[in-house]
């Protein structure tokens, strides 16, 4: 790891002796947020409540200004408004509202309509017009280190049999970047391209857990349900995306020909590199910059019904999968659906996740001055079913 | 109408001078909930922050308790307890957790499916084997009578041509029922049939208002999204489902071979009548009978992987449809997407929503001693798509 790698500007909450607090971690430590600003160091009037969530309202002046105001504080160790970052327990930072999940990368699509659909078109024929999404379940949203319960459900291995019930024998991951709203928008008003930036404050990781066999049986005529929604794991730094502009790439979808409402004038893609590790061996890096439709896209898509924003709306990329099979961003994919095991540094093979397996996502983000900012991650461990 | 009718007990929330207050509806009048409790009329401690939050928490004990108490208090019009119900205005009277949507009528599945694809068999492979369902967005839940402004989005009209942009041409509604939960259950732990009147309040009515036309071009491979995320109603007033056992009826799918989770052992569906009305021109009398699962069976279905349940999570029954054409729950199925033209009583007709129309769904159901009990009413005007 060079030196100029740093942790990126960020925000979450810690639990203390005080209670949960809302903290930022700066290049070289970790800050409680509402001691500066009892001092005077750093604006007051959001750190109550143990959460993000009145920050996240608080709109772009405000993150600006905080991020700043924290980003040249003097940080004495002896401070008691630092603290110690190792052992620290981050908590779940905000209170999420919807959770939409989208389908923006197009070789994973491709992978997965291969292996789901063999036989027709992979894309579907509207993938090029409009980033593919649907709703999650919000309230399974958990945070990193949170353990995973391997989830039971039906299934149909024979498709001349009936179908069976228990543990979901195709549990996978899938490496995704997440956005948090901070500021809504009410009901019958779209927000455009434009507007991204007023209202989605940051960036997390996310690892979209899923049950293929479960997600197979179940997932038509409607869509992914209980393959998805027993559990969604983020990281728990928030990092705010006016830090990561040097990340600022065009996306694909810039040269193709999309209806104006999904028009980019100015580069608004992320060239984050990603990494996907089980049981400490690194076995995908995922390019995001190969990402079709960048984060303001996915927004204007969302809402160009009318549907409203809430403060803490999640709404996330979809599997970041590259062209070269050691950037696929699931199991499904770099196991090719369990044909193709994938090794370990440890010897063993996997082809979907055994009980007690640690999965880690992280991710980096070229910074200021050729610095190369390091996102939190989301790790988690596998945990056996219900007997 | 015949003098047997009588409202159903609900709760519900209104605006008063004093801001927003609990309030309970007996079969003929309305009560201001604290009011009752400051004078030691009614069980206290969950009608101080102006939504049914704290009461939908409160437990299968305190539901009936209260439920009890204010069936039995005497309500003098000259009380001040007792509000003026005309007038009154009904807000959203819970904040909302998940929102889940079902798809449980065997003959809405059916016609669906004839319309939408056609030439293959119209219900799918896993449809008698579990509940349907998908997450939809809970951020816009509106109450009855909040107007639904008419969505703009992609749709492709001619299937040789690029997508087009605009407002949808096919506004329609889904008559349909939801469950409200009350009492939340932990991550990783499935809730079983047996235990779904421990954790389920109550019952409302839903329209689940769709645009058709976004919808058929989005919704492959990842379901429904912005052709039903723009709105959904719901109406104001919920019934506790300890107060409708004189609708409980067994539901088909006791007689069908299914998975242990999903067995029934007592009469667990409900005898509701059902009806969809269009500018005041009866169009539909949909029969809840008919439907094939349970709401235990959805419960105990969406919960078996694990997901968690949280107070305020509402999940609905899909479109009510029965076996004959003036039974069916949509314009889609009842217009045959747009062939058949319904004929409304001012003579004018209809395939699908114009602006102006107002929509409304009732419902009744078998009260105690012969009487007929009336559920809310959900209703909503459509307002013009954005210029």
Same mark, same amino acid.
């Not at 659909?117 to 949203?141: A, K």
């Not at 291995?157 to 009936?162: G, K, M, Y």
């Given at each position: ?22 903290? =930022?971690?700066? /290049?070289?430590?970790?800050? %409680?947020?509402?001691? $500066?600003?009892?001092?005077? +160091? #750093?604006? !007051? ?32 160790? =002896?401070?008691? /408004?630092?603290?110690?970052? %190792?052992?620290?327990? $981050?908590?779940?930072?905000? +209170? #999420?509202? !919807? ?12 992978n997965?309509?291969?292996i ?34 391997r ?16 543990p979901t024998e195709r549990l996978d991951v899938e490496v ?33 857990w899923s049950a293929r066999d ?61 990494s996907l590790a089980i049981n400490d061996t690194v076995v995908s890096r ?38 070269a099979p050691d950037t696929w961003g699931s199991l499904a994919e770099l196991s090719q659906m369990g044909t193709r095991p994938v090794r370990l540094e440890d010897g063993t093979e996997r082809t979907f996740l055994e009980d007690g397996d640690e999965v880690v ?19 988690g461990t596998v945990?056996p079913?219900?007997?």
């Open positions: 790891v060079s030196e100029s790698v740093v942790s990126a500007p960020a925000f979450g909450v810690a639990a203390t002796a005080r209670g949960p607090r809302v903290v =930022a971690r700066t /290049a070289s430590t970790v800050v %409680d947020v509402g001691a $500066l600003a009892d001092r005077g +160091s #750093v604006s !007051d009037g959001w750190w109550q409540q143990g959460t993000l969530d009145d920050f996240l309202a608080a709109g772009r002046t405000a993150w600006q200004q905080v991020t700043g105001e924290i980003a040249t504080t003097d940080h004495d160790p =002896a401070d008691p /408004a630092v603290l110690e970052p %190792d052992g620290l327990r $981050l908590l779940m930072p905000f +209170s #999420v509202g !919807d959770y939409v999940d989208f389908y923006c990368s197009e070789q994973h699509a491709t997965l309509g291969r789901l659909r063999p036989g027709q078109d992979p894309l579907s024929p509207n993938w090029r017009h409009m980033p593919i999404g649907y709703h999650g379940r919000s309230g399974t949203i958990v945070v990193s280190g949170t353990p995973v319960r989830p039971r459900g039906q299934r149909r291995p024979d498709p001349a049999s009936p179908p069976v019930f228990g995704e970047v997440a956005y948090v709203v901070g500021v809504p928008s009410p009901q019958g008003e779209p927000v455009s391209v434009v507007d991204f930036a007023d209202h989605v404050f940051g960036v997390c990781l996310l690892n979209d479960i997600q197979l049986w179940e997932g038509q005529p409607l869509g992914p349900f209980l393959g998805k929604s027993f559990a969604t794991s983020i990281s728990p730094w928030l990092v705010p995306l006016d830090r990561l502009s040097e990340a600022l790439i065009p996306v694909p979808s810039h040269h193709a020909p999309v209806l104006p409402y999904l028009v980019e004038t100015s580069p608004a893609g992320l060239d984050l590199s990603l995922p390019p995001y910059s190969s990402m079709f439709w960048s984060p303001a896209q996915m927004l204007a898509h969302m809402t160009v019904n009318g549907a409203s924003l809430r403060t803490g709306d999640v709404y996330a990329s979809g599997t970041v999968s590259g062209d996502i992280s991710a980096t983000a070229p910074g200021p001055d050729g610095t190369v900012l390091r996102l939190g991650e989301v790790r945990v079913a219900l007997g």
